[in-house]
């Protein structure tokens, strides 16, 4: 299994508002692509997080393979989704691993 997880922080001049509606759209988007793309075993986008945290929204997913990552990154849904999260997050962190 192959692991995905990306975090990001809203933009600072999102208001408090703004921030939550455009989390609701990021959860939105990305866990919808999840029926469109083979090979996701599970994808969850985080958007309620703790205050002892330095990030705002977390995705956190498994796929079947590394190529099924790879398709899942090239996929329309996700490109059309990536574009709408870039255009309201900041200082994306990513980790991908490999596990049995």
Known sequence: MVHHIVLWNLKDELSAQE???????????LEAV??????????????????SGNKDIGLISVFESEEALNAYQKHPAHVQAGAY????????????????
Not at 19 to 29: Q, S
Not at 85 to 100: F, H
């Open 34 to 51: 999840k029926k469109e793309v083979e090979g996701v075993v599970s994808l969850k986008v985080e958007i309620h997080g703790l205050p």
């Open 85 to 100: 999260v870039g255009s309201v997050t900041y200082g994306r962190t990513c980790l991908d691993y490999i596990s049995e």
């Open 19 to 29: 921030k939550e509606e455009a989390a609701g759209l990021i959860k939105e988007k």
